[in-house]
């Protein structure tokens, strides 16, 4: 297993977005219900949180339920929203103890009342903390986002207070969630499958992907840093040719 020294602390990427994926295997690979794996998913997800606090990074966004995820059965939902609650109040400790801002991106106004309430006050405590900010993607999904987005821009424009010619990437962008985050560096898929499953499709545009086949319930701090030390073997060109790259290096350096 690759060690966390083994990472440049200079070159850490600001922002990783996780898709959290292979609960339900999990627990059939053991011969028990889809939620036993959603369970132990709160363990990979705490050690994770914990992995990338003690590395300093900034950003970490966690896709927990899509907006797709509502078409699952009633009795999952349920124990999924349970869960979220438990877990929410359980861990405002954790967040506390290692400075973690929480926040969540999603159509937050579709969760149960308990869960939202749960949620605002965990944001609340911890908004004042200065390490990673954890972004929970909840009832998320990136075609949910942009088209509120557009709606959004649409009515600015209808009272006058946006000119449709002026609009750009910019102005686009402060109309998604994500408005106040860098866009990720680095994107992980667990459980073996390679889809991005509608989220932060306009903020991955120049993101590097990494799937692993690990299953989310097995995923620990050295996976979170395996997948880091591959994103630092990369060349990011955004375009440019790898000569352009060096060049830029040796000038800046
Ligand atoms: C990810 O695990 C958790 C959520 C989507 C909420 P899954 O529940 O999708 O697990 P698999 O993909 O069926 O194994
Ligand atoms: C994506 O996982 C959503 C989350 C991880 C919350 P899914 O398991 O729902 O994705 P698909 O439907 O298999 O693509
Ligand atoms: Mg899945």
């Keep these: 297993m690759i060690q966390k020294e083994n990472i440049d602390k200079t070159r850490l990427p600001k922002h990783i ?151 750009d990437k910019c102005i686009f962008e402060q109309y998604l969630n994500t408005q106040n985050f860098p866009d990720p560096e680095l994107l992980i898929r667990t459980s073996g499958e390679y889809r991005l499953s509608n989220f932060l499709l306009w903020q991955i545009a120049y993101t590097e992907l990494y799937f692993t086949n690990t299953l989310w319930p097995d995923f620990r701090r050295e996976h979170l840093f395996e997948a880091i030390l591959d994103y630092q073997c990369r060349e990011r060109r955004f375009g440019q040719t790898s000569e352009q790259m060096s060049e830029s290096i040796n000038v800046n350096s």
Excluded: C
């Excluded at 103890?97 to 749960?118: C, F, H, S, Y």
């Design 17 to 167: 977005a996780i898709i959290m994926d292979g609960n339900g295997r999990w627990a059939k690979k053991r011969g028990n219900q889809r939620v036993f794996g959603h369970k132990n998913g709160v363990k990979a997800v705490r050690d994770t949180v914990e992995g990338a606090a003690e590395l300093g990074l900034k950003y970490l966004t966690l896709y927990a339920f899509s907006t797709e995820n509502w078409k699952r059965p009633r009795t999952e939902i349920d124990a999924l929203m349970s869960l979220l609650v438990a877990t929410i109040h359980k861990e405002t400790k954790t967040l506390m103890d290692n400075d973690v801002r929480l926040l969540a991106i999603g159509d937050l106004e579709t969760l149960p009342k308990n869960v939202a309430t749960q949620l605002s006050k965990t944001i609340e405590l911890t908004s004042q903390n200065k390490g990673l900010s954890l972004v929970l993607a909840l009832s998320y999904s990136s075609r949910w986002e942009i088209i509120q987005a557009v709606k959004a821009i649409a009515l600015k424009i209808e009272q006058g207070e946006i000119q449709a010619k002026n609009i």
